[in-house]
């Protein structure tokens, strides 16, 4: 079976300035997936629905000590 990803070329320095990253952004944009506009987010599942879910002890502790986004 042949290999389905393209050779992909690189810069050979990093953009240094803002209009140079703007520039590498918009020359690549047509290459990104997406409608367009911009999609609504779906709505949350309601805990009610969630069946299955298992976090290890120690995950969860680790989750429970993280402050929150923004604190």
Known sequence: MPNPVK???????????LE????LCARMAPHWAGG?????????VPPSRIH????????ARLLDGMSEYGD
């Not at 140079?20 to 520039?23: A, I, K």
């Open 20 to 23: 140079e990253l703007r520039g």
């Open 52 to 59: 299955g879910v298992s976090v290890p002890a120690t995950s």
């Open 36 to 44: 367009g506009a911009a999609q609504a987010a779906p709505a949350p």
């Open 7 to 17: 050779h992909v070329t690189f810069p050979e320095t990093e953009p240094e300035t």
